[in-house]
């Protein structure tokens, strides 16, 4: 599903919190939505799904309004997982993931064989079929987190909206979670995650848009967007932004506060190979 960003404000309160946001994702892309906390990353995944009001601009998914959608009919192509998930009844993870597929329901109808089975496959894809019996209310951070992950794919819908989805999660299970939502968009989801681990994101997202302090700063491959120059306007720190020599992939390397480059940082820790001086941004 295509989706259009334009020209996107959304005022909470008092708060403007999104400032003429412009985007755009083309169908089956692997987006990382990326920036400092309290930039509106939050803010405008709940804006794509509907769950906020839009002050000023539109979003369009497919071309058509997300105003003129009502809410089932965006939970038919929408998936959205939330970033922290407290639960605090007492129900099955399974109960969980069964929720999942209330959009496809009538008021009167229970939930059906087909179902059951897309719960399953759901919740094997992410490791937590085992724990399907359990309350949620005692699985571990990372457990729960996976549970409502697998909710979210149990709503079998093109566009998955994911915030920070391995906050939780150990680096096996973090890297899983990336390599299959690259796998799902390879195959023609499309997926926007929330993710502050930019290494990560460069690892496997196909496109990243930057957000700082309710501004687009950036968007494009991750090449294009994690440079040192994005980094310090967004984030304000000071950083180098090299290739490493065996997997070629983009590393980032933090100046500890006060240090402004690499010759600076060389001074201060002897340790540093002199002898090797990478391609730094
Ligand atoms: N319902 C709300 N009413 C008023 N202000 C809000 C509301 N929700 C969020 N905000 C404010 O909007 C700003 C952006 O919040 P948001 O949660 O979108 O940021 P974020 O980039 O997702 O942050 P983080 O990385 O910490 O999760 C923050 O200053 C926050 O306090």
Same mark, same amino acid.
């Given at each position: 599903m295509k989706l259009d960003v334009q020209s996107l404000s959304v005022t909470l309160g008092e708060n403007h919190i999104l400032k003429d946001a412009s985007f755009s994702i083309d169908s089956g892309e692997f987006v990382g939505i990326i920036g400092p906390n309290g930039s509106g990353k939050t803010t405008l995944l709940k804006t794509l799904r509907g769950l906020y009001p839009i002050s000023g601009g539109q979003v369009l998914w497919d071309g058509k309004s997300?105003?003129?959608?009502s809410d089932k009919e965006i939970a038919h192509h929408v998936a959205y997982m939330q970033q922290s998930v407290n639960v605090s009844f007492d129900y099955e993870a399974i109960d969980i993931v069964m929720t999942a597929r209330y959009p496809y329901l009538k008021w009167w109808q229970q939930e059906g064989p087909e179902d059951k089975a897309i719960v399953e496959k759901a919740m094997k894809e992410v490791g937590v079929y085992h724990l399907c019996n359990r309350s949620v209310q005692f699985l571990s951070g990372g457990e729960r987190q996976r549970v409502f992950l697998a909710k979210a794919l149990a709503q079998q819908t093109e566009v998955l909206l994911l915030d920070e989805?391995? %906050?939780?999660?150990d680096l096996v299970y973090a890297d899983d979670i990336f390599h299959e939502g690259r796998r799902l968009c390879d195959e023609g989801k499309t997926i926007l995650i929330v993710v502050h681990d930019l290494e990560l994101a460069a690892k496997y997202c196909t496109k990243l848009v930057l957000v700082s302090d309710g501004h687009i700063v950036d968007v494009g491959t991750p090449r294009e967007v994690l440079t040192a120059e994005n980094l310090r306007n967004a984030f304000h720190l000071s950083a180098a932004v090299y290739d490493d020599p065996y997997f070629k992939q983009q590393r980032i390397f933090v100046f500890p506060k006060g240090t402004t480059d690499i010759k600076a940082y060389k001074q201060t820790n %002897?340790?540093?190979?002199?002898?090797i001086d990478p391609d730094l941004q």
């Open positions: 997300i105003a003129s959608l989805p391995t %906050a939780a999660l %002897a340790s540093t190979d002199m002898s």
